[in-house]
C-alpha cells in the first residue's frame, strides 16, 4: 500500500520544529542557570550538598533535570508524532501542540527549584497517549 502525505502534515511538521525551538529554549534555560550558579563545565550538575545550601544551585540542578528528561522522550514522541501524523495529520499536529504545551508547565515548574511543580506538567500525557493511539492507528492500517 502506497503511503500519502496528506497537506494537512505540515501541521505535523510544525509541531516537531516547535519541539526543537523548545529544546532550544530549555538549553538557553540551563545556560543562564549554569551562569547563575557558578557550576564550571563539564559538570553536568551541582553536589548535592552545594544545592542544599545555596538555591541557585539547587535550581540549576532542576533546570538541567527538565532539560534532560525532555531530551530523552523528545525521539519516543517525535517518532510517534511523524508516524501517527500519515493517518491523522491533524489529532497528531494537536496531541504534540498538548505534549509541548504540558512541557512547558513540566519545565517551568521544574525550574522553580521545586521538584513537586513539575508535575503541573501532567497534562503532556494526554497528548502522548493521544500520540501512541494515531501512531498505532496508522501501522495498523499500513499493515493489514
Not at 530549555?26 to 549554569?34: D, I, L, N, T, Y
Not at 510517534?80 to 517551568?108: D, T
Request: aromatic share 10%; glycine share 10%; with cysteine.
Amino acid at each position: 500500500m502506497p503511503i500519502t502525505i496528506p497537506t494537512e502534515y505540515g501541521y505535523v511538521l510544525a509541531v516537531s520544529a516547535a519541539s526543537a525551538l523548545q529544546l532550544v529554549w530549555m538549553s538557553v534555560s540551563v545556560g543562564a542557570a549554569r551562569k547563575a550558579a557558578g557550576i564550571p563545565y563539564p559538570y553536568m550538575y551541582a553536589e548535592k550538598s552545594e544545592a542544599e545550601k545555596d538555591n541557585t544551585k539547587n535550581v540549576f540542578n532542576c533546570t538541567q533535570r527538565a532539560h534532560q528528561n525532555t531530551l530523552e522522550s523528545f525521539p519516543v514522541v517525535t517518532t510517534l508524532l511523524l508516524i501517527g501524523g500519515i493517518n491523522h495529520p491533524e489529532l497528531s499536529a494537536g496531541a504534540g501542540a498538548i505534549y509541548l504545551f504540558g512541557r512547558v508547565l513540566y519545565a517551568s515548574g521544574y525550574k522553580s527549584g521545586d521538584p513537586k511543580k513539575r508535575l503541573r506538567g501532567s497534562i503532556g500525557y494526554i497528548g502522548l497517549l493521544t500520540l501512541l493511539y494515531t501512531t498505532g492507528s496508522t501501522l495498523y492500517h499500513l499493515l493489514k
